[in-house]
T-cell receptor, first 117, second 111 residues
């Protein structure tokens, strides 16, 4: 069975601080995808990133960066120099295996990030 | 522009009423999903479909039902709404290589 754990339920930071959101996953599949989504107060899910299980390279996109480590089954997300607009709920998710096509996403419980001005 | 649409965006309804939440996508994706999000944030898969005339129940037991008569349309129906059904409902579609696309959601309140 697949499982995603986001141990941090809520985080508060002051603007310009760096913050890391943790994600640990469990799967028996050898091939899988990992995702991060942002959910602002308006409620829609905004796609941030998808990584496949073969690609452990870290990714950077502006102030966002992701650290994927298969050895610890983690896919952590860091926001550098946080801004008030980053305040949202962030979800980590998992799908797989590849040969099943897109299977339903399994989500973590989410981390609510509050950035205070 | 290819997209996924959910209507209504907000709905307040009395207990016992029958409601249908609409979800349509213009991308021709075979796979579609419904997630229920409780006020505590957690997202639960309640239904999914891998194509026309194919529907499956998700991980969370739900009193709702779905149908998939056309590729682009995946409505969710509650025969008799109850306050425990108060949630946000998110519809999504996917195709291998395209990833997952989510609608804006329907916030349902049953009073």
């Amino acid at each position: 069975a697949q499982k995603v754990t986001q141990a941090q339920t809520e985080i508060s930071v002051v603007e310009k601080e760096d913050v890391t959101l943790d994600c640990v996953y469990e799967t028996r599949d050898t091939t899988y995808y990992l995702f991060w989504y942002k959910q602002p107060p308006s409620g829609e899910l905004v796609f941030l990133i998808r990584r496949n299980s073969f690609d452990e390279q870290n990714e950077i996109s502006g102030r966002y960066s992701w650290n994927f480590q298969k050895s610890t089954s983690s896919f952590n997300f860091t926001i550098t120099a946080s801004q008030v607009v980053d305040s949202a709920v962030y979800f980590c998710a998992l799908s797989g295996p590849f040969n099943s096509g897109n299977t339903p996403l399994v989500f973590g419980k989410g981390t609510r990030l509050s950035v205070i001005a | 522009e290819a997209d996924i649409y959910q209507t209504p965006r907000y709905l307040v309804i009395g207990t016992g009423k029958k409601i249908t939440l609409e979800c349509s996508q213009t991308m021709g994706h075979d796979k579609m999903y419904w997630y229920q999000q409780d006020p505590g944030m957690e997202l639960h898969l309640i239904h999914y479909s891998y194509g026309v005339n194919s529907t499956e129940k998700g991980d969370l037991s739900s009193e709702s039902t779905v149908s998939r008569i056309r590729t682009e349309h995946f409505p969710l129906t509650l025969e008799s709404a109850r306050p425990s059904h108060t949630s946000q409902y998110l519809c999504a579609s996917s195709e291998e290589g395209d990833g997952y696309t989510f609608g804006s959601g329907t916030r349902l309140t049953v009073v």
